[in-house]
């Protein structure tokens, strides 16, 4: 279980995050919306220690994850795997090693500066890789990939992690609707079937309905929304949109509903 | 058609009658105009005064020049090699002499210019070497972005500059001192100051590297010496692979000239004959030395280009 | 389909997993080629300090003590001819300056007749490349050395080294700019009739001239740093001083003049930098 208690984080004078308090059960799907500037990215790199907290506590079982530092940070970071909007690969490492990355913290010294994984490690990663379909670009170079398969590898290195908890800062947010789907799809598979918590940034308020068992509205910093989707009415949505109401409602432009948008094959 | 709202607008602004603004640029203009001429007038000043200055100081005198100058075409006169058509390609005779005109007679020293023109390259290459990784471990502390913190950064950014700072050839001659003649001192001093020089560039390189892969390696809770190893070090290495092969190029030349206090290569030679003799000697350890430094250059571009094309085609 | 956590992977699994996709286990091959460079270079290291008598680094530890001692003990410090290490200094910073400048004047001729654009002449423009060539190719301090067997040793000789190897260089950049330069300008000015000298003053120049400036103030700097040591070699300067004690055994007054050294060194990066700022910033005016 991961609670947040009066998470908050200043930028200079402004307020990322403000008194962010919340309680996530495990293998809970929930989904962050708002508008950009909203201090939903800030607010999943605080969970990853991406960025210090300016006060407040973030409680993982007992631990207070705000207070960790050193060898016990990197731990916690291994457990609670992040997927960026850009992938963040390694571009000019090929596939495979970037999923075993996701085993650095495991790895001794001289093993993870010489390059060295074993056969159990490197069956791992296949196995991972394999899972989101992308066992067959193993030996490619990350940078060569589309942005659809880029993503599917961040996933596997992420699964490579054994994570406890799986963050989703904007995965969709340079895909075409297509690879969104897919993307998305993998994000629910592994949240259930392998019970992972799941936690994700989306600008789309339509995918976010679709895939989340809950949702949380931010604006300005503050969580205005949490619940189920079907709680968060039309008037509510606009309100934690603003002006960019139109742009998220837009489901044609960003969203997963593809198979509604393209023919389905016979 | 604009202006003239515009203009009635920033006099309404101001308050004052509409033909203030023009007279205030004017004034502004002039007033510029008169601070840029000032300046020129003192920069020319400053630079007659250098000049001025510089031909007292180096007794840089027309009569001194136009004694001078006859005895530098007198001199590339005498380091001409008197060679003979008819005998160019003759060998030495039995009893080893060479005859005077042959190629043999210019260069009769040949095999020993060849062993210091070797000895040349592989001081060039041992120094590019230990400097480069000097340089590769520097360049990371050393890189604002990257630096574990600030006192690090800062003596390993002070460390580097002063190795670039000091000259190579005053570093070998104090190195011929603590050691003695020989190559090993110009190895060190060619070594030290690539490890400035490639640092620097190594740093700033690492400071334009992207920092995705770097949060990349962060998030899953890499050390960091792993968020080198992998999110740094394979976006930087063509480029350090560049600049040290670049290195390199200007390090033989380094180590050709490095000799000249004694710190061995072909330069202790070519000082050698040029101090003690003024015949075609000079020419013909100069030749080598131009011709070593040239094909270098060649093999090292096309080192370079071919591992550059080899990157972008894999 | 559930993944099995890394510690449950059987080696059936594995013997799959390496079957299906065997490159991604590495090889042994794979390994030799991204660790040989590195163990090569290691070796090639090792047997070279070999070669080169490494171990005379360690046995050197007196003289060593020696020099560092003088490097801060400084004795009789009432007779070490102050003026003529000032006096010294002033003439490497002479000698930098007239240097570059001569250097300069000449590129400009030089890097027009050697410029495509502007030399039509395929001889004359591949002569004068190759002539560069040679200036380029031969270090600034041999041309000092040289320059002293013909014209004796003092600052004259350091004037003329550093001269013939920015020649060397500098026209063959300057040459490199103009024929990167915009040619329509250049027809403008060729179309209101101008004869092939007025071209070059108003299609050229606006052009190239801030390139050339900020060439030669860069020149200026790296020369100013070269004439600090040509005088090792007694092409005058603070280097003739430097060699002159060091010859004498008289390690704290070299001491004190590389300290000199490196100061000026690290002064003149600095006023070159803020010099360059400066022109760039009164040229955007």
């Not at chain 2, 330069?267 to 000697?281: K, W």
């Not at chain 3, 250097?103 to 001889?123: D, E, H, Q, W, Y």
Request: aromatic share 10%; glycine share 8%.
């Amino acid at each position: 279980m991961l609670k947040l208690e009066k998470l908050t984080r200043r930028f200079g004078d402004n307020l990322a995050v403000n008194n962010a308090n919340l309680v996530i059960p495990d293998g809970q799907m929930v989904g962050i919306i708002g508008r950009s500037g909203a201090g939903k990215s800030t607010l999943l790199r605080l969970l990853n220690r991406l960025i210090d907290p300016s006060e407040g506590q973030i409680l993982f079982g007992d631990t207070d994850i705000a207070q960790l530092n050193g060898r016990e940070l990197r731990a916690w970071r291994s457990d609670c795997a992040m997927i960026f909007q850009q992938f963040n690969l390694v571009g000019r490492l090929d596939v495979v090693t970037n999923v075993l990355t996701g085993r650095l913290y495991d790895l001794p010294a001289w093993r993870s500066l010489t390059q060295v994984f074993t056969p159990r490690e490197r069956a791992f990663a296949i196995q991972a890789l394999d899972r989101l379909g992308m066992a067959h670009t193993a030996l490619q170079r990350a940078e060569t990939l589309s942005g659809g398969q880029q993503q599917r590898v961040a996933i596997a290195r992420a699964l490579a992690q054994e994570p406890k908890i799986l963050l989703a800062d904007e995965p969709i947010a340079s895909l075409d609707p297509m690879n969104a789907k897919i993307v998305m799809d993998a994000l629910r598979d592994i949240n259930r079937q392998d019970g992972i918590t799941v936690i994700c940034n989306l600008h789309t308020l339509d995918t976010a309905r679709t895939y989340c068992d809950r949702i949380i509205g931010m604006q300005d910093g503050r969580i205005v929304f949490d619940g189920t989707p079907d709680l968060l009415t039309t008037a509510m949505a606009r309100e934690i949109y603003g002006a960019e109401a139109d742009e998220a409602f837009n489901e044609a432009a960003t969203s997963t509903a593809i198979p509604a948008a393209m023919p389905v094959p016979a | 058609m604009t202006d003239i709202p515009m203009l009635g607008g920033s006099a309404g602004a101001s308050g004052g009658a509409p033909r203030d603004a023009v007279a205030v640029f004017e004034a502004h203009r002039a007033e510029l105009k008169a601070s840029r001429r000032v300046w020129n007038i003192v920069a020319l000043g400053a630079f007659t005064l250098a000049l001025g200055l510089s031909i007292w100081i180096s007794n840089f005198y027309p009569d001194r020049l136009a004694s001078g100058v006859p005895r530098i075409f007198e001199y590339f006169g005498t380091i001409m090699p008197d060679l003979q058509w008819d005998v160019l390609f003759e060998g030495r005779t039995e009893d080893g002499r060479a005859v005077p005109g042959s190629l043999t007679f210019w260069y009769t020293d040949f095999w020993t210019y060849v062993e210091l023109i070797w000895e040349t390259i592989l001081m060039a290459i041992t120094a590019t070497l230990i400097g480069t990784a000097v340089a590769f471990a520097l360049s990371f502390p050393a890189a604002a972005n990257l630096s574990p913190n600030s006192w690090i950064y800062w003596i390993s950014r002070r460390f580097l500059e002063f190795c670039r700072g000091v000259p190579e050839i005053l570093l070998a001659l104090l190195f011929v001192f603590m050691i003695g003649i020989g190559p090993l001192a110009g190895v060190m001093a060619v070594a030290i100051h690539t490890a400035g020089a490639l640092g620097k560039l190594f740093a700033e390189v690492n400071e334009n590297a992207s920092d995705r892969p770097i949060e990349g390696i962060t998030a899953v809770g890499g050390n960091w010496f792993e968020k080198m190893a992998y999110g740094v070090t394979p976006q930087v290495l063509p480029n350090f692979f560049s600049y040290a092969m670049l290195r390199f190029e200007i390090n033989v030349r380094a180590s050709s000239i490095i000799g000249f206090v004694g710190a061995g290569g072909i330069g202790q030679e070519l000082n050698r004959v040029i101090s003690f003799y003024s015949d075609d000697r000079v020419l013909a350890v100069l030749i080598l030395v131009v011709l070593m430094v040239t094909v270098i250059d060649l093999i090292s571009e096309r080192i370079r280009l071919g591992y550059i094309g080899r990157e972008n085609f894999a | 389909m559930s993944m099995a956590s890394i510690a449950a992977i059987t080696p059936e699994q594995i013997a799959t997993a390496r079957a299906t996709h065997p490159g991604a286990f590495g090889s042994l091959g794979g390994q030799v080629r991204r660790w040989g460079w590195l163990a090569a270079a290691v070796v090639y290291v090792i047997v070279s300090m070999w070669y080169f008598d490494f171990g005379r680094l360690l046995d050197a530890s007196e003289r060593v003590l020696a020099l560092l001692r003088a490097f801060v003990v400084w004795e009789d410090m009432e007779t070490w001819q102050y003026a003529n290490i000032y006096r010294g200094i002033a003439q490497t910073l002479a000698m930098a300056f007239l240097g570059t400048l001569l250097g300069t004047i000449g590129s400009l001729v030089i890097g027009f007749l050697a410029a495509r654009n502007v030399m039509p002449i395929r001889l004359v423009r591949q002569v004068i490349r190759r002539f560069l060539d040679i200036l380029r190719g031969i270090d600034q301090l041999v041309w000092g050395l040289v320059f002293v067997r013909a014209v004796g040793l003092g600052p004259l000789a350091g004037v003329l080294a550093i001269f013939i190897s920015d020649l060397g260089t500098l026209s063959k950049l300057y040459s490199e700019a103009i024929e990167n330069i915009d040619r329509k300008q250049v027809e403008g000015v060729k179309a209101t009739g101008a004869g092939p000298l007025a071209v070059i003053r108003y299609g050229y120049i606006p052009q190239v001239l801030p390139v050339f400036i900020s060439q030669s103030l860069y020149f200026w700097e790296s020369n100013t740093r070269s004439a600090t040591i040509l005088g090792i070699v007694g092409a005058g300067g603070i280097g003739m001083i430097l060699i002159e004690r060091f010859r004498a055994s008289l390690y704290d007054q070299v001491a004190f003049v590389v300290l000199n050294v490196l100061v000026i060194i690290f002064a003149i990066d600095w006023l070159s930098k803020r010099i360059r700022l400066w022109a760039i910033g009164a040229k955007s005016e």
